[in-house]
């Protein structure tokens, strides 16, 4: 153990070194500070979801100039951040008309399309890995800028269902391989707060367009950290469900379709979670209400809580191999958070540590290297690639490569023995058991888990690279299926935004979410770019 201990801090300072190398490097070039987006001016576009579908249905709101509203924001903020994909402003605007209409026609009582339609007329956003009927699923990637989805995703034909409205995808990392969001089909999202600084990934397009204000509800799904880092960096909600509770059906090209027209699994979609994003915390709740596929689950989502009853636990620091410490403004605002439930609930909070996680980021690459196979496959969808990843990785540096960096290093070195060894199988089989014994141990049902979601709050553009090992303290949740909500705190002394993770028990959702609710009343949840 003190071996490992050993070499935990040499690993720890070498990539420390690496990465204050790396951020010095972009300072020197990008200067301190980017661009931020306009504040948002519009009241509409101060309003939940949840808020405005009631106001919609009681035809104080019209549904088209909530889309018109929110397509002008887009507008708006696109020139700084680049966050859409596909975009389908004239079809929403007449399905808004359409909403309109059916509401005015008094055909259906306000408790009717509550219960039908909860979602009606209200804007919704969709990373581009998920299929949209009738516009181009790319998945950020050449290698599928031509395909259309023939069908919705099974989450947006829920979303749909319950009467939202999809005004445009998102844009995000090459096939969701990336913890920042760049690719050749669509370029580079930038951070609202500061365009110098990344919206993370892969879920970026739809952290940095609900950051923004341009967007009020999307959807995003989550493998490594990709619905929780942008939510981090942008300062909203997301929420990674328990493994299973939503259905990934239709998200590209993590799962296709064979001749038969039954879909083919790819092995990660057991460690893959979709889930909603947005900027009001209620949001979260009506999200769940449609998204999950279990009833029983479902009708817990929006309960009230008893938080006198509820126990806390919370983790200031990760020791894991190449990781970091947390920065100390996060551990504040992680504090501030326990204490308040301590102050206004009289619980008392209790800290743990986590030392399983010490080699955790290698049993998470090792999972996912067995899961996905063969990752030409995997990544191309069964198409095959029609080049050398070699050579194409040579290619990169001259900038003639075809696909991004991150998935040509995934496909060229995924299989080196640092992080990848058949032999060593069993022992991260063992660690993953002790992981869920411990969670087990740890999270009864009235019970969460506060850490923070990310050691730092948004690095600059093309510097997160050498910081992937410190995902594992959200990675460790797609591997024991656990659910997690990333919930905004605060701003760091660059007005950077920041956020923490509450975990719960397995198809515990409810309760991870009702407590961002709680402390999104505490400590004020989003707040537009250019007021904080």
Known sequence: MELEIIVYWILHAVFSVLNFMVFSVLFILRGRKGKTVPPVRNPLLLKSATKLAEEIREGKVKSEDVVKAYIDRILEVEPFINGTAERRFEDALKEAREVDLLVASGNNSKEQLAESKPLLGIPLTVKCMFRVKGLLCTSGSKIFENEMAPEDAACVA??????????????????????????????????????????????????????????????????LCSIRLPAHFTGIFGHKATTGLVSNEGSFPLSRYGPSTEPIENGLNKYLSTGPMCRYAEDLIISMRILSNDDKVKKTFGKKVDFKKLKICYLTECKSYMSASFDKEIITGLKKAVSYFEQNYNVKAKEVEIPSLLDGIRCVLNRFAISAGDIADSLSCGKGLNFNVKVDLLKYLFGKSTLTLMPLLIMNFSYLPIWYREDLKPYYDSMVDQWMAEFDNLLEEDTVLLM??????????????????????????????????????????????YGIQIVGRKNNDALTIACAVELEKAFGGWKSPGTN
């Open 158 to 223: 829920s979303m749909k269902k319950a009467g939202a409205i999809v005004i445009s995808t998102t844009n995000m990392s090459e096939c969701g391989t990336d913890l920042e969001t760049t690719n050749k089909v669509y370029g580079r999202t930038c951070n609202p707060y500061d365009t110098n600084r990344t919206c993370g990934g892969s879920s970026g397009g739809e952290g940095a367009l609900i950051g923004a204000g341009a967007s009020v509800l999307g959807i995003g799904n989550d493998l």
């Open 452 to 497: 923070p979601t990310f050691p730092t709050t948004a690095p600059y553009n093309s510097a997160i690279l050498p910081m992937i090992p410190r995902s594992v303290c959200t990675a460790v949740f797609n591997i024991t299926g656990l659910p997690a909500t990333q919930c905004p705190l605060g701003f760091d002394k660059n007005g950077l935004p």
